[in-house]
């Protein structure tokens, strides 16, 4: 009986589906497209039994037909949102997410529509002794081009070398930055 764990096994063998890029790799300007998807009628009802969500216009076909304002049902924000950034989700080992700003539903995405997400890298600074912190964002198109979701995606990123850079000055403020 061999006493090699799975991983001792494979450690010669790439990883796949995985990025190891830091902060020193991270350019601002890039900017990439995802693949589209369209959004079904099942896999949204699916999400909003999931998140209960039951507001009408994401669930009542009678009343957002008949007495909604886009006379049609609409797909939830929130999964627009998640969708639209798993699209361009990635699997850096070195990123940690921070947080989100400037989350704004433009226009709504219905059942059937189809989205696609643009990532712009927006700036980069020092954060702390061995990440720093950056910013892209995230634009979700739907169909051929519509603005419908933008939002801005904080990460802190680990340093390659670390004594490049220097920490942020801690102050007083309770405000998170």
């Known amino acids: 009986m061999s006493d090699l764990r799975y991983d ?16 020193e790799d991270f ?9 589209r998807r369209t959004i079904s009628e099942g896999e949204a009802m699916l999400f909003n039994s999931l998140v209960m969500d039951n507001h009408p216009y994401v669930a009542d076909e009678i ?9 049609r049902r609409l797909v939830a924000g929130a999964m627009v949102f998640s969708y639209g950034l798993g699209l361009m989700a990635h699997n850096n080992i070195n990123t940690f997410s ?5 989350l704004r539903f433009i226009k709504p995405v219905f059942i059937g529509d189809t989205i696609y997400t643009v990532r712009t890298n927006l700036e980069k600074r020092p ?14 198109y739907k ?14 990123v680990k340093y390659r070398h670390p004594e490049n ?3 942020e000055k801690r102050t007083g403020s309770s405000a998170i930055s």
């Open 8 to 23: 001792d096994e494979h450690d010669d063998a790439k990883l796949f589906n995985v990025e190891t890029w830091l902060y």
């Open 27 to 35: 350019e601002v300007g890039d900017k990439w497209r995802s693949i």
């Open 63 to 71: 009343f957002a037909s008949e007495d909604g304002v886009f006379n």
């Open 98 to 102: 921070y947080g989100y700003d400037k």
């Open 127 to 140: 954060k702390y002794e061995e990440m720093g912190l950056v910013k892209v964002s995230y634009q979700v």
């Open 143 to 156: 169909n051929k081009g519509e603005l419908a979701l933008y939002a801005e995606h904080l990460q802190t």
């Open 165 to 167: 850079f220097t920490p």
